[in-house]
């Protein structure tokens, strides 16, 4: 942890808004509004071998039309979607289908496209020993001599925050868990004193690693789970736009 870190204090606000924050409502429940198709008919046009999953209103398992995901599907021990012998794309997909789908996350819009564009016969190599990389033990926050690599894993059109929200999927409820790299909560933390330059699509590794350590430490001050303090920074940041917005929008008027 940088030093300057230390000092830091989790904001009275946070505290009291996080008391009433059930964990599997506010965080598990919390979904995105899907329109599978555009997913689907482009995977299947690039050839890319992936589908995109989601529930119906009546909570059954759909490929087509419109659908929801909730962040709680995206973990490894879900049990709500059936994503096939061999998950991990199809968790990736549904990861960004989330992240890019969710109106108050930062995700790009563009289209996921993991090919490698330098091996035609390979193509889909490259992502899989990069989503091998997020699953294995230590976990991307775990920075250290101990890694046998360094820096974010080499993927294909997957940028940090995609990456780190797969990284949150498959490592379940442990310490130490990689936290969603947000750009809007990046920019919270800023504002209650975390000192970084940079936008979060920029954080190396270890600056992720900063980020994850102090909201888990926040959490621990707050007496509450990294995932609920999160999304109060989150929060925070939508809140004072949304009131900047409209003082704005008065003194236009």
């Not at 198709?37 to 490929?63: C, E, S, T, Y």
């Not at 999927?169 to 969603?180: I, K, N, S």
């Amino acid at each position: 942890m940088n030093r300057g870190d230390e000092t830091l204090v989790v904001p009275k606000d946070c505290v009291l808004w996080c008391h009433h924050q059930p964990y599997a409502e506010t965080v598990l429940d919390d979904y995105a509004e899907v329109d599978l198709d555009k997913w689907n008919v482009r995977l299947a046009a690039l050839r890319i071998p992936a589908r995109v999953f989601a529930v119906d209103a009546d909570g059954r398992q759909i490929d087509s039309g419109i659908g929801h995901i909730r962040r709680g599907d995206l973990e490894a021990s879900s049990t709500t979607l059936d994503l096939g012998p061999e998950p991990a794309l199809n968790r990736l997909y549904l990861c960004d289908a989330w992240l890019r789908s969710h109106g108050d996350r930062g995700g790009f819009r563009r289209f996921l496209d993991v090919r490698d564009p330098h091996d035609s016969h390979r193509p889909f190599d490259m992502i899989a020993r990069a989503l091998d990389s997020c699953e294995a033990e230590p976990a991307l926050v775990q920075t250290g001599a101990f890694r046998s690599w360094s820096g974010w894993p080499v993927a294909p059109g997957v940028g940090n925050s995609l990456m780190s929200l797969y990284s949150w999927a498959v490592h379940g409820a442990e310490r130490d868990r990689p936290q969603l790299l947000d750009k809007y909560t990046a920019s919270s933390m800023i504002r209650y004193g975390w000192m970084e330059d940079g936008g979060a699509s920029q954080y190396s590794v270890k600056t992720y690693a900063r980020y994850s350590g102090l909201i888990e430490r926040w959490a621990g001050q707050a007496g509450t789970t990294p995932e609920i303090v999160e999304l109060w920074l989150n929060r925070d940041w939508h809140r004072r736009l949304g009131r900047h917005d409209r003082q704005e929008a008065l003194l236009l008027w």
